[in-house]
Nanobody, 127 residues
Framework: QVQLVESGGGWVQTGGSLRLSCAAS????????MGWFRQTPWMEREFVAA????????DYENPVKGRFAISRDNAKRTVYLQMNSLKPEDTGVYYC????????????????????WGQGTQVTVSS
């Protein structure tokens, strides 16, 4: 059973920055495709960013392109989401997710492809 623990959420003003971290329990982390998703009370959990197991492939939802950056450190079994120029519409609970069955360069946009999820970390951006 893979355990994922997110951290780094908080409250910031518009234009501020946060870096989310997601630490995995398993040494096979380097073989997992990873994703970040955001959920709000009025929307289902939606895709924000993803990175392939080998780190070569990344992608983002359009509203965060140029502001967010996903990265991973396989030695630390951790994936990061650097969030800059934050906007109120970025507010939500951010979840990291892992898929064990992807090829080295694959990423997934659909939350149903991810097997394991963290508990979430709240991000609040005030205007």
């Amino acid at each position: 059973q893979v355990q994922l623990v997110e951290s780094g959420g908080g409250w910031v003003q518009t234009g501020g920055s946060l870096r989310l971290s997601c630490a995995a329990s398993e040494p096979t982390f380097s073989t997992y495709a990873m994703g970040w998703f955001r959920q709000t009370p009025w929307m289902e959990r939606e895709f924000v960013a993803a990175i392939s197991a080998n780190g070569a492939t990344t992608d983002y939802e359009n509203p965060v392109k140029g502001r967010f950056a996903i990265s991973r450190d396989n030695a630390k079994r951790t994936v990061y989401l650097q969030m800059n120029s934050l906007k109120p519409e970025d507010t939500g609970v951010y979840y990291c997710a892992a898929d064990r069955d992807s090829a080295a360069g694959e990423i997934w946009y659909n939350r149903n492809y991810y097997e394991y999820w963290g508990q979430g970390t709240q991000v609040t951006v005030s205007s």
